[in-house]
């Protein structure tokens, strides 16, 4: 049943975030970069009180703030179409961020709860498998919807998110595990531990990769396309195809390499990510691009989907994973609101190919840093 919410969630945000970006730039008239700033601001919001809402759920609990988070995003999530300007884009950005806060660290610390610890990577594939499948069956759908207005795009989302407090009322019934700290942690200690945690800081640091092309991925590339005259609908469809391919291959590649540990095969991962971002620019034909380039990121996100948050919990000490996990939350964040505004500064001043060879090369470094200190992460 989490994992069923976890699903509706996934499809009701994507089947509209994925093309939020098309919305505000095209119909909204809002300037990309600004766009940007916006979606930045959401990730900033969501990051900076993930870590705040991860530690709270070590201590009261994953249930009460998981029905809050879904019921606030069902009201929430369709107030884009209020949005006329630069001003009450950052509102609502940074109300969505709010919401997410919530519901990414605590769902995540929730699933490891309920998981034995030599299966969590399996049980992370499974729930990304399921995510994957609802994120196909919201966006390709939503891209013909989108063609024809995005009114029903909201209510859809809005209704999706009405029935993901339902499964979680449904499912989170009785006395639920958990992991307790140290009985004298206080809760701003809490807050921060996983940053004052050199290990973690250290992969942090580098893994940022990964959500970093996850941005580029669900943020940028729908808008590249647009810009190099593809159709929502193409769009939609590629993605869509991104999502079948993860959702077939997560749980049997993890399962193979759970054995092995979470950190050995990220380097192979990111370097697999690289090669994905460099064909957008490179390979002639935008639709062709788009098509390939999507195609070959997803080898890569087979692997990172479920090792990065395995890895996470691997590093996290007894009573804290909500913390841990909210910490991690705040970098993926910070990662993937970062995408838009970046590649959109990029974009203006050399060109389209430029920022995706840019992600393409810092992705590139933390593949040799990842493989380099394997290691040290597995021993650790």
Not at 132 to 149: D, F, N
Not at 240 to 256: C, D, F, M
Not at 327 to 335: C, G, N, R
């Amino acid at each position: 049943m989490v994992v069923g919410a976890n699903f509706l969630a996934i499809a009701a945000r994507m089947s509209l975030v994925q093309f939020l970006g098309i919305y505000f730039v095209h119909r909204a008239g809002i300037d990309v970069t600004m766009v940007g700033l916006a979606f930045l601001c959401e990730s900033l919001a969501r990051g900076l009180l993930a870590p705040l809402f991860g530690a709270l759920s070590d201590r009261i609990g994953r249930r009460a703030l998981l029905l809050a988070a879904a019921l606030a995003t069902a009201v929430v999530l369709p107030c884009f179409l209020l949005v006329t300007g630069p001003a009450s884009l950052l509102l609502w950005s940074l109300a969505l961020g709010t919401t997410g806060a919530v519901n990414m660290p605590v769902a995540s610390a929730l699933l490891l709860d309920l998981s034995p610890p030599e299966r969590r990577q399996s049980v992370l594939a499974l729930n990304y498998t399921g995510m994957s499948v609802a994120y196909t069956l919201g966006v390709v759908p939503a891209g013909y919807v989108a063609e024809r207005g995005y009114g029903l795009l909201a209510a859809s989302s809005a209704a999706g998110y009405v029935l993901v407090a339902l499964l979680y009322t449904i499912a989170l019934r009785g006395p639920l595990p958990v992991e307790k700290g140290a009985p004298d942690s206080g809760m701003a200690r809490d807050t921060l531990s996983a940053f004052l945690d050199r290990r973690f800081a250290l992969f942090a640091s580098i893994a940022f990769v990964f959500p970093l092309s996850m941005g580029m991925l669900v943020t940028v590339s729908p808008l590249y396309g647009a810009d190099v005259g593809l159709g929502e609908g193409y769009i939609g469809l590629v993605l869509g195809a991104n999502s079948i391919l993860v959702a077939a291959l997560a749980l049997p590649v993890a399962t193979r390499i759970e054995a092995k540990g979470p950190f050995r095969l990220l380097g192979a991962a990111a370097a697999i990510v690289a090669v994905a971002l460099s064909c957008y620019a490179l390979i002639p034909g935008a639709a062709v691009a788009f098509l390939i380039g999507t195609v070959v990121y997803s080898f890569g996100e087979v692997v990172f989907s479920s090792a990065v948050p395995a890895a996470v919990a691997r590093l996290a000490p007894a009573g804290r994973r909500g913390a841990y996990q909210g910490s991690w939350t705040l970098v993926a964040s910070l990662s993937m609101g970062s995408a838009l505004v970046l590649s959109g500064l990029i974009s203006n001043a050399a060109g389209w190919h430029a920022a995706w060879l840019a992600c393409a090369a810092v992705t590139l470094a933390a593949a040799a840093a990842l493989y380099a200190l394997r290691k040290r992460f597995v021993s650790a």
